[in-house]
Structures are given as structure tokens and as C-alpha cells.
């Protein structure tokens, strides 16, 4: 119970720290807002974001449709509303994904050392080595774009990153002396890398991992926009912009409010992110 | 340094010579029948027995790809499938040129107007104007070029009416007399770098400002524009390598850029060829971005070690 409490100290410690940081507090309030919305989706849309309205095709924003409708009369606010979702699931299981596998490849090839450790970095430069939009594209190209396979070719794209910042984390936490005492107490190898090494990378890594979280939005809506993520009719931030290319000389308010709301969500995860990085700088 | 430069050459080759295979093998698990696409649906299959034999295809896979790399190694890329005839070399090298064209212009756009409000940032930091450009290049960096570009064709094309919202062009067409129609795509390719570079010279100027010989110099009574002289000189060599380390970014950024205006480049090839299913096409242009973005690292490494006479390897 103490652990609990201090646990939940400590958070709002840093949550006060954070607050000293007035673009930090705009993101956290942006993102907060999105996460109630996506959590409350159907319950704020006035329509289901796939109902076909067919007499009030291409409306522009009123009453009735605040964002107005598009080509077969689906209102644009619900598509929004409910398009928060695909692109906070799939940014956040992605970030999920990147951070399990970079953290596990950067803590034991970092504390391992040797040829193993020269070899799996070596494979790592490799693969960063391509532009991560283009290696997406290649495999949800060939794979067929999903959900799915946006999630895992993030995690996969990003990974290597990750395991960069982990691994030279480790190299250095790796030199205290508790590490000697845990080695010297004849505690296994998994138990220094993942009790006594990864709870005290904590900082590097969530500074990463909280960039990785806005280049995953960035990349996923891309992905979208490209035809390559979340399939039509559900509703996709990116996808919404892709359908409203064509129109976008006499039905702007299509392309309007899906921008806005991509844009609003970016913007906030990097001043969240960057208020991140100036508090473990100390900056804050 | 020639051996510096040496060893990191044969490093492209093999990294190279690795994505040539995992683009091959890529494209090998892709479903579908490629003679069946060419030949359609109603083709014999004597037809299409025939086709596969003419094209290669009964053959075994390390065959195929020793004849696709040997090729490649010759400049003949083959043809496009879904563009029926067309040589792949030729089509890239036209593609290729209007995209550079493109980056060019946008590295010239870029570069001197991020130095400027980076340095500027830098020298008054903590300032109001500080202020403005720091947060204004952080959301410039974290937007995706898809809805930047999106706000400047509504507000330029749509709106005001001064420039294209589409930026086709006919082949063959000179680019620099289709000028206006490309305006829109250079700055919106820019603009995520723009915002990281100004953030960096920033931070590297604020660095230099605190260190020990700008100090000294100030103490000793160096008049300012000395002093920013020695501030300026320190700071920006590290610049040099991010912005040739992430001009590769531009690449990525073309992809988007050229299918939201609709350009005629070497990104849209790819995302055509991808979404067409062109097996010939998107082995070629996987491998021409790739190798390019590989050489601009490379090129990135080498200003740098001449840029810091501190690195000798």
C-alpha cells in the first residue's frame, strides 16, 4: 500500500513539474480531449458514421450536420467523432509493440555485449538504413493493408529506434555499482535485465517513447491517407482525407475538419512530447 | 579518408545488395498470378503456360533473381505491367528527374530560412520572437505533409486563387515554365523539415552562446557581431549533417507530397506500382529510393569527418 502511494506521488510530482510547461499542458489537455471523445464516440455522434443519408449528398456544415456530409450523405462530424478511435488505437498498440520489442533487443544485446550484440546492431542499421514510409508501404502493399498489419509494420519500423536509445541506456546504467551487488548476489540474467537494469532506463525510454507516439500518428495517417490502413467504410482520419482529395474545390468542409482534428492531435502529442523531454533534460 | 570513404562504400553495396533481396523476396510472397494479370481473365491455360515460360517465370527463384540483379547491374530494369511496354529505366529516369527537380527546389527553399530563424531563435532565446518560432517550427515538424498540404492548397488554390491546387504536368513539359503549379508542393515537402532544422540550429546556437570561449570572448569585450561570428561558426558545422542526414526524410515526404497534388515523380511511381500490383515496377523503384537514400547518408557522413578535422578514421 506505501509502494502505491508513493507510486502516485511520485506521478503527480511529475505531473506538477510538467505543468510548468504551458504548450505540455495544451497537449495533455488536446490529447485528454480526444481520448473522451474516443471513448464516448457513439454516445456524442448524432449519427452512425456509416448511415447513408442520400437526400442531403454533399451538404455543407449546418445545423443538422455540423461538419456537413459527404458523397452519399454520411454526416462528417460522426465520421470524425468516431475516427479518433482507429487512429489512437492503432498509434498507441503500435508505440505498444515498438517499445516491448526495442526494449527487450536493447537490453540484452546492451547487457550481453560481445559478437551478439555487434551482430543484432549491425542487422538494426540495416533496416533503419530504408525510409520508414517506404518499407510500410512495401509490406502493406504486398500484405494487403489491415489494422493489423499497420500496427505491426510500425511497431516493427520503429523498433530498432527504440532498442537504440535502450541499449546505450543500459551501457551506462550497466557500469553502477548495484548491478556488481545484483552479478556478485549470483541473481540470473533476466533478473538484472528486466528487476534490476530496466526500471532505471524508465527516463530515456519514455522520452522516446512518447516522440515514436507522434511519429506513429504521423506515419499511420499517412498510411491511411495512402489507401493503406483502415479499409473503407470505417470511418479513419486519414481515409477521410484520402475520399475528400477529389472533391476538395467545392466540398472543402470534408477535407476541413478530418485536417483539423489530425492536426490538433499531432501537434498536441509533440508539445506533450516535448515538455516530456525538457522535464528529464531538467529543463522544467 | 579515402579508406574511410572506401570502407563505407562497400557498406552501401552490401546494405544494397540486402534490400535487393528482401525487396525480391517480398514481392515473390505477393498473391497473384502475374501472366494471369497480363492475359486477363479468359486467358487458355496453354496462354498462359506459354507467357510464363516467355517471361521467366517457371523458372526457380534464385534463378530469377540472379537474372532481375544482372539486369539491374546493366541498367535494363525490364517492362511495366500495368503500363503495357513502357521500359521501367526510362520511366524512372523521367520520374527521377522531376522529382529531384522538386527536392532541389525545396532544399534551396528550406535551408538558408531555417538557418535564419534557427540563429535568430537562438541569439534571443527566451524572447517572445524566440517563442513564436520555436513553437511554430515544433508544429510545423509534427504535421504530416498530407493535411499541411491540404491547408495550403484550400487556402492558396481553393481560396485566394492564385496557384493550382493540381500540380499534373504534361511529359516532357519544362519544369521551370510550370513553375506556379509547383510551388505548392516544394513548400509543403519543406515544411517538416524547415521546423526540424530551425529547432536544431536553435539549440546548437544556444549550446555555442553558453559555452566557455563565447563567454570569454564577451568578458574580454569582443564587440557582439564578433562574438555571434564565433558563436555562428561553432554552431552551425553540426548543422550540416542533419540536414544532409535528413534530406533522405524528403523521400518519404515526396510520396505523400506527389500524390496529394498529383505530380508526376518518382514517389507517385511507387505508390502507383504498389497499389497496381507492378511486380517489375516496384522491385525497380524500391531499389532506386532506396540506394539514393542510402548514398545521401553516405554523403552526409563524409561532409561531416571534412566539416570536423576532430574525427579522423
Known amino acids: 500500500m506505501g509502494l502505491l502511494v508513493r507510486k502516485v506521488k511520485n506521478l503527480f510530482n511529475v505531473l506538477k513539474r510538467l505543468s510548468n510547461s504551458s504548450l505540455g499542458m495544451i497537449g495533455m489537455t488536446i490529447i485528454t480531449l480526444w481520448i473522451v471523445v474516443a471513448l464516448l464516440g457513439p454516445i456524442i455522434a448524432p449519427y452512425a458514421p456509416t448511415a447513408y443519408h442520400p437526400q442531403d449528398r454533399f451538404n455543407p456544415p449546418s445545423w443538422k450536420y455540423p461538419f456537413g456530409t459527404d458523397r452519399f450523405g454520411r454526416d462528417m462530424f460522426s465520421r470524425v467523432i468516431l475516427g479518433s478511435r482507429s487512429v489512437l488505437i492503432l498509434a498507441s498498440s503500435a508505440t505498444a509493440l515498438s517499445l516491448v520489442l526495442g526494449s527487450s533487443i536493447g537490453l540484452i544485446t546492451g547487457f550481453l555485449g560481445g559478437i551478439v550484440d555487434e551482430a543484432v546492431m549491425r542487422f538494426m542499421d540495416i533496416l533503419m538504413s530504408f525510409p520508414a514510409l517506404l518499407f510500410a508501404m512495401l509490406i502493406l502493399g504486398i500484405f494487403g493493408p489491415s489494422s493489423f498489419g499497420v500496427i505491426t509494420v510500425i511497431g516493427l519500423v520503429y523498433a530498432p ?59 499511420s495517417a499517412s498510411l491511411g491517407f495512402l489507401g493503406l490502413g483502415v479499409q473503407p467504410p470505417t470511418p479513419d482520419w486519414g481515409l477521410l482525407m484520402k475520399e475528400a482529395q477529389s472533391y476538395i474545390s467545392w466540398a472543402p468542409w470534408m477535407a476541413i475538419f478530418p485536417a483539423l482534428a489530425i492536426a490538433s492531435l499531432v501537434v498536441a502529442v509533440n508539445f506533450l512530447a516535448d515538455a516530456i523531454r525538457k522535464y528529464e533534460a531538467g529543463e522544467l | 579518408m579515402t579508406k574511410f570513404i572506401g570502407k563505407r562504400l562497400v557498406n552501401v553495396v552490401i546494405t544494397l545488395f540486402i534490400a535487393s533481396i528482401i525487396i525480391f523476396t517480398l514481392t515473390e510472397v505477393m498473391p497473384g498470378d502475374v501472366a494471369q494479370m497480363i492475359l486477363g481473365q479468359y486467358a487458355t491455360p496453354e496462354s ?23 539486369g539491374v547491374m546493366h541498367g535494363d530494369l525490364g517492362t511495366s505491367l500495368s503500363m503495357k511496354g513502357v521500359s521501367i529505366s526510362n520511366l524512372l529516369i523521367r520520374r527521377g528527374r522531376n522529382s529531384l527537380f522538386l527536392a532541389v527546389c525545396a532544399t ?57 491546387a493540381m500540380s499534373s504536368i504534361e511529359p516532357g513539359a519544362n519544369l521551370f515554365s510550370v513553375f506556379p503549379r509547383l510551388i505548392l508542393p516544394i513548400v509543403t515537402v ?22 566557455d570561449y563565447a563567454r570569454t570572448a564577451v568578458l574580454k569585450g569582443l564587440p557582439r557581431l564578433k562574438v555571434v561570428w564565433h558563436i555562428l561558426r561553432n554552431a552551425l558545422m553540426p548543422t550540416v549533417t542533419v540536414i544532409a542526414m535528413n534530406l533522405g526524410w524528403l523521400i518519404g515526404g515526396l510520396v505523400i507530397v506527389e500524390t496529394l497534388f498529383a505530380f508526376p515523380g518518382l514517389g507517385r511511381l511507387v505508390y502507383v506500382a504498389i497499389q497496381r500490383q507492378d511486380i517489375p515496377m516496384i522491385q525497380a523503384s524500391v531499389l532506386l529510393t532506396s540506394a539514393v537514400y542510402l548514398l545521401l547518408n553516405l554523403a552526409s557522413d563524409i561532409i561531416y569527418t571534412f566539416l570536423d578535422p576532430r574525427i579522423r578514421y
Open chain 2, 190 to 211: 519543406s515544411l517538416v523539415l524547415l521546423g526540424y532544422v530551425a529547432r536544431m540550429v536553435r539549440a546548437s546556437v544556444i549550446d555555442a552562446s553558453h559555452s
Open chain 1, 161 to 219: 529506434r527504440i532498442a537504440r536509445v535502450a541499449r546505450s541506456a543500459v551501457l551506462e546504467v550497466k557500469q553502477k555499482e548495484f548491478i556488481e551487488a545484483a552479478k556478485v548476489r549470483g541473481e540470473s540474467k533476466l533478473y538484472i535485465m528486466f528487476v534490476e537494469l530496466l526500471p532505471n532506463i524508465w527516463g530515456p525510454l519514455g522520452v522516446e517513447a512518447s516522440v515514436r507516439f507522434g511519429y506513429a500518428i504521423f506515419l
Open chain 2, 48 to 70: 498462359l503456360e506459354a507467357l510464363r515460360a516467355q517471361l521467366g517465370l517457371d523458372k526457380s527463384p534464385v534463378l530469377r533473381y540472379r537474372d532481375w540483379i544482372w
Open chain 2, 108 to 164: 534551396v527553399f528550406l535551408v538558408p530560412l531555417s538557418l535564419v530563424l534557427g540563429v535568430i531563435a537562438g541569439l534571443r532565446e527566451g524572447s517572445w520572437l524566440d517563442h513564436i518560432i520555436s513553437t511554430s517550427s515544433l508544429i510545423a515538424l509534427s504535421m504530416p505533409s498530407f493535411i499541411s498540404g491540404t491547408f495550403l492548397m484550400l487556402i492558396f488554390a481553393v481560396w485566394l486563387k492564385i496557384v493550382p
